[in-house]
């Protein structure tokens, strides 16, 4: 069985650096995109940062330029360094990951992490 489990959210004040972090295990074969999604207050979710296995990446316009994804392959684990945080960027985050084991490919959510950014 595949799990994602996040880590790193929390409170932190406007203008500040938060680095989130998402760790697969089970029986993984390999893993192929990953990305970060948020769903803030009465929002839908959305996607914030992606990051194919070759290590391309995209991000929101929002986030452009203050949010950085990255893997580390050999650990299955990527990662979001968040710098010059705002009050908008309040949400949820989730990882995301499109992972092959012995069976078949599956698309799998981790369970989320709260970023507050408030003073």
């Known amino acids: 069985q595949v799990q994602l489990v996040e880590s790193g959210g929390g409170l932190v004040q406007p203008g500040g650096s938060l680095r989130l972090s998402c760790a697969a295990s089970?029986?993984?074969?390999?893993?192929?995109?990953m990305g970060w999604y948020r769903q803030g207050p009465g929002k839908q979710r959305e996607l914030v940062a992606a990051?194919?296995?070759?290590?391309?990446?995209n991000y929101a316009d929002s986030v452009k330029g203050r949010f950085t994804i990255s893997r580390d392959n050999a650990k299955n684990t990527v990662y979001l360094q968040m710098n010059s945080l705002k009050p908008e960027d309040t949400a949820v985050y989730y990882c995301?990951?499109?992972?092959?084991?012995?069976?078949?490919?599956?698309?799998?959510w981790g369970k989320g992490t709260l970023v507050t950014v408030s003073s």
């Open positions: 995301n990951a499109d992972i092959l084991t012995i069976a078949t490919p599956k698309n799998y």
């Open positions: 089970g029986s993984i074969f390999s893993i192929n995109a």
């Open positions: 990051i194919t296995s070759g290590g391309s990446t």
